[in-house]
């Protein structure tokens, strides 16, 4: 394998600078949408002005989702699948349009793999090992609220993997998306929600930021 020089890599990065312009020379986007609302005014759900706020709202769904049965959760998960399916390609065109990078026809094939492919709860079944010294027990149980930094090239791919993936072990999401794909990253964690609503899932089990910054992330990265 090649290795690519310091040199190399920089002269790549200031390359993908130059096609996303100003906004990604700058590592920010303009603010477009207030906080439960989209770039259009549109309510959304998952969406939140501030990072202390987020995580509270994806602390309570957590306690929530604990609080329900493991077949509830499958069912949750099984939606989430059925409904990414159904908007891989309108996800894949406002990816597209809104970071400029990649294909439109690969982002809806990985659109479609994420949904179909990410492990859900059928890899959390409970296992027994007998022995010499008896018998024991082995069950997986959920971590809490995890913080997710997503990246601008597979911007809603990331968040449908990772949201089925931690969801589907008992977990809620925070997601400090990249600027550069803001508005499609909140559309996709708001149909992400009304997902798992809609079979009685509790809201905010997937949340993000309004206006997402590198300063956020590392607020995220280091919450208490």
Do not use: W
């Amino acid at each position: 394998m090649t290795q690519l020089s310091d040199q190399q890599i920089d002269q790549i990065a200031q390359s993908v600078l130059a096609r996303l312009g100003p906004r990604g020379a700058s590592g920010t986007a303009a603010p477009n949408a207030d906080p439960g609302t989209d770039q259009f005014g549109r309510s959304v759900i998952g969406v939140f002005a501030e990072l202390d706020s987020a995580v509270n709202a994806a602390s309570v769904a957590f306690d929530a989702l604990n609080a329900l049965t493991l077949a509830k959760r499958e069912d949750i998960i099984a939606n989430i699948r059925k409904r990414m399916l159904e908007s891989a390609e309108l996800l894949a065109d406002e990816a597209h349009r809104e970071t400029g990078l990649g294909r439109y026809e690969d982002k809806v094939i990985k659109n479609r793999l994420v949904a179909n492919k990410t492990p859900g709860t059928e890899v959390l079944r409970a296992e027994a090992q007998s022995g010499d010294g008896g018998l024991s027990l082995f069950e997986r149980a959920p971590f809490g609220v995890i913080a997710s930094i997503t990246p601008t090239t597979n911007p809603t791919s990331t968040i449908i993997c990772n949201t089925i993936g931690m969801v589907a072990a008992g977990n809620s999401v925070v997601f400090n998306v990249h600027p550069n794909a803001k508005n499609c990253s909140i559309k996709c964690i708001d149909l992400l929600n009304r997902a798992i609503v809609e079979v009685g899932g509790p809201p905010n089990l997937a949340v993000t930021l309004a206006h997402p910054t590198v300063e956020t992330a590392q607020g995220l990265m280091t919450h208490p």
